[in-house]
């Protein structure tokens, strides 16, 4: 696992699906009452990006099946999508916001 400098804070906006490629990965963080979240950014069912996807509260929709996401814990909330979405730790250090991702498999 490594951490990767992902963006300023007020970069980031409330009630809105940030989406950025980070360490060869599509990421998405929220921001909300609970402080930041960060999650992969990739369907667990068909790999559409979630970063066009549509949020509604703190649920993201995909824009390609329409399966739904809980954006606090990533679970699946319905079908097709069986698989919850990656959660990953995420924090502001430095006037930076960080996100913690797994090595990318070779």
């Not at 980031?12 to 940030?18: K, P, V």
């Not at 369907?43 to 990006?49: F, G, I, N, R, S």
């Not at 929709?61 to 399966?67: D, G, I, R």
């Not at 699946?76 to 960080?98: D, H, I, Q, S, T």
């Amino acid at each position: 696992m490594a951490w990767h400098d992902v963006c300023a804070p007020g970069d980031l906006e409330a009630d809105r699906i940030n989406a950025f490629d980070v360490g060869g990965r599509r990421v998405l963080i929220f921001v909300g009452e609970a402080g930041l979240r960060a999650l992969d950014g990739t369907c667990t069912h068909e790999t559409a990006d979630l970063g066009l996807g549509f949020l509604r509260g703190g649920t993201l929709t995909c824009p390609l099946h329409l399966s739904q996401f809980d954006t606090e814990t990533g679970e699946a909330l319905n079908p097709p999508a069986e698989e919850p979405l990656p959660k990953y730790p995420v924090r502001e250090e430095g006037g930076r916001v960080l996100v913690e991702l797994p090595e990318p498999a070779e």
